[in-house]
């Protein structure tokens, strides 16, 4: 069965540092690309960036763009959001999904298998 | 960016009776070169991850029930599920996938009358 499993949330003071990691089972996580999404409280899904299957390219939305970058470690074999700066308004439960066409240099978009979320509180 | 809205922000269905969900893009989402567009519907419960229900605006995911159903082309865009059962209480997303940022609707709360 495909799975995907975050880790690495927690509470964190304004400013600080937090890395969430995305690790896979049942599928090459080497494979796919991978996008983090997030879901703060009483809000909806806001899509936050996107690493390629490569680790090639990588896209940002605005709000995160410069505080928030991704990388691959493939000695762990897992995908890593790197959050700095961290604000209030970070304050969510954090998804990674997979990108559900292989192997392409551009990720299409589209998210088919779902982590259950870590949830990140700065405060 | 590309905007998404939805509408209605929340529907209230009796069971077995149809619910419709509508979402609008503030540009199309339709790629010309391979007539595709680029629109997914999510079902959202407490406590899990999102469930991707339908891709290339009108495919279904494997395993999802056949009551749920997408149609649609540029701009507009419909999930309908045909007879609603209690399991599909559950807040609803469209997201658009043609371009980065890719954007979500605001979600639509579902609820049984």
Redesign the interface.
């Known amino acids: 069965q495909m799975q995907l499993v975050e880790s690495g949330g927690g509470v964190v003071q304004p400013g600080r540092s937090l890395r969430l990691s995305c690790a896979a089972s049942g599928f090459t996580l080497s494979h796919h690309g991978i ?1 983090w ?1 997030r879901q703060a409280p009483g809000k ?4 936050l960036a ?1 690493i390629a299957y490569d680790g090639g390219k990588k ?4 709000s995160v763009k410069g505080r928030f970058s991704l990388s691959r470690d493939t000695s762990k074999n897992t995908v890593d959001l790197h959050m700095n700066s961290l604000r209030a308004e970070d304050t969510a439960i954090y ?1 990674c ?1 997979r990108d ?1 066409t292989p192997l392409i240099l551009t990720p ?5 298998v ?4 870590t949830t990140v509180m700065v405060s | 960016d590309i905007v998404m809205a939805q509408s209605p922000d929340s529907l209230a269905v009796s069971l077995g009776e149809r619910a419709t969900i509508n979402c609008k893009s503030s540009q199309s989402v339709l790629y010309n070169y391979n007539n595709k567009n680029y629109l997914a519907w999510f079902q959202h419960k407490p406590g899990q991850p999102p469930k991707l229900l339908i891709y290339w605006a009108s495919t279904r995911e494997s395993g999802v029930p056949d009551r749920f159903s997408g149609s649609g082309s540029g701009t507009d865009f419909t999930l309908t599920i045909s007879s609603l059962q209690a399991e599909d209480v559950a807040v609803y997303y469209c997201q658009q996938y043609y371009n980065t940022p890719n954007t979500f609707g605001q979600g639509t709360k579902l609820e049984i009358k």
């Open positions: 996008h999404v909806g899904l806001e899509w996107v896209y940002y939305a605005d998804y999904a559900f299409v978009g589209g998210m088919d779902w982590g259950q979320g």
